[in-house]
T-cell receptor
Framework: GAGVSQSPRYKVAKRGQDVALRCDPI?????LFWYQQALGQGPEFLTY????????KSGLPSDRFFAERPEGSVSTLKIQRTQQEDSAVYLC????????????FGQGTRLTVV | AQSVTQLDSHVSVSEGTPVLLRCNYS??????LFWYVQHPNKGLQLLLK??????LVKGINGFEAEFKKSETSFHLTKPSAHMSDAAEYFC???????????FGSGTKLNVKP
């Protein structure tokens, strides 16, 4: 497809379960970003990749959160031992340029931890 | 540090009347500012951006925004609202490397027939 694709669109996890969220950026896009959007709030930065290099992970809320982009295209955000406060929409964005001057967002994955 | 404040969480207008969504920013340098729109079950879509060129920025769907440094504002306007404009709007400031966006808390726009 032409846009940023995220899967699954919806995920329900039991507390303590591990989850993996996938992002397929637009082909050829150098930069990839993950954001977390809690209900009723604006998205908050989690992490940034330039190709396969994770240049900024300052927004990851705990060491239970881990992101990778091993071949510089598809990225996975993994959350271990999920907790209720992890419930949110996780947004992925990609940009052709280094940085987010022209970032395109996916529809997000809505994670609900029960 | 960078941040944005969206002054209204909800705005309601009648179709055909002007739209004003307010945003104030805080930045330690000359900022890059954006407005994004989020329709239900759709991804965030870029409306317009300011990156130190013209202070009046025109975007898609008839929206525009004016960068006012003296007021640290970047308000979004549209002369005449359409029903299809009903959505949530986010004001965003970027860090100086465009590596990170700081989003406001959003303004939900309701358009009445």
């Amino acid at each position: 497809g032409a846009g940023v694709s995220q899967s699954p669109r919806y995920k329900v996890a039991k507390r303590g379960q591990d989850v993996a969220l996938r992002c397929d950026p637009i082909s050829g896009h150098v930069s990839l970003f993950w954001y977390q959007q809690a209900l009723g709030q604006g998205p908050e930065f989690l992490t940034y990749f330039q190709n396969e290099a994770q240049l900024d992970k300052s927004g990851l809320p705990s060491d239970r959160f881990f992101a990778e982009r091993p071949e510089g295209s598809v990225s996975t955000l993994k959350i271990q031992r999920t907790q209720q406060e992890d419930s949110a929409v996780y947004l992925c964005a990609s940009s052709f340029l280094k940085g987010a001057n022209e970032a395109f967002f996916g529809q997000g994955t809505r994670l609900t931890v029960v | 540090a960078q941040s944005v404040t969206q002054l209204d969480s909800h705005v309601s207008v009648s179709e055909g009347t002007p739209v004003l969504l307010r945003c104030n920013y805080s930045s330690s340098y000359s900022p890059s500012l954006f407005w994004y729109v989020q329709h239900p079950n759709k991804g965030l879509q870029l409306l317009l951006k300011y990156t130190s060129a013209a202070t009046l920025v025109k975007g898609i769907n008839g929206f525009e925004a004016e960068f006012k440094k003296s007021e640290t504002s970047f308000h979004l306007t549209k002369p005449s609202a359409h029903m299809s404009d009903a959505a949530e709007y986010f004001c965003v400031v970027s860090d100086d490397n465009f590596n990170k966006f700081y989003f406001g808390s959003g303004t939900k726009l309701n358009v009445k027939p």
